[in-house]
């Protein structure tokens, strides 16, 4: 069992976070004008569909080297549906989480067949951890410290 670096935000103005690893690791987000921020960075949700994005390539990629696979295209878009009555706690009936997930993967190689590059793309889909993650979503603890 690995225990990850965590990832923690501080408010720097307005909605704006700065995220920060213990390693150095660091993001900035903000939220859109029409969200009440300003804008100037990508807004969480961005960041959480570029997370799963950038990890499913990457699994891809793994496993094409693994099997000697040399890739010539490899592209990973994740988009979403929601509806923003949730986080603005418009109607309560209404969820503030995403309320679709689709992941589009283009992918391309010279020393390999469709086929073969399918079989990569569903290895690798099933083995990246942020996807699985979302897939079998863990429960999320909230402990709050009051200071």
């Known amino acids: 069992m690995a225990k990850h670096v965590p990832a923690t935000a501080r408010i720097e103005n307005g909605l704006k976070c700065l995220v920060e690893g213990t390693r150095g690791e660091l993001i900035e987000t903000d939220m859109p004008n029409a969200m009440g921020g300003n804008g100037s960075a990508p807004n969480p949700g961005w960041v959480f ?15 094409a080297a693994q099997q000697g696979i040399e890739l010539t295209t490899l592209e990973v878009t994740v988009e979403s549906d929601g509806d923003l009555r949730g986080i603005l706690g418009l109607d309560d009936t209404i ?5 679709s997930l689709k992941t589009n993967v283009r992918i391309g190689a010279d020393n390999a067949t469709p086929e073969q590059l399918r079989e990569i793309v569903e290895w690798g889909s099933a083995h990246a951890p942020v996807g699985c993650t979302v897939q ?7 402990v709050i410290d009051i200071v």
Do not use: Y
């Not at 569909?49 to 496993?63: D, E, F, K, N």
């Not at 969820?95 to 309320?99: E, P």
């Not at 079998?136 to 909230?142: D, F, S």
């Open 95 to 99: 969820t503030a989480g995403l309320s």
């Open 49 to 63: 569909r570029a997370s799963l994005a950038s990890c499913c390539a990457t699994v891809i990629a793994m496993q």
């Open 136 to 142: 079998n979503a863990p429960g999320n603890a909230t």
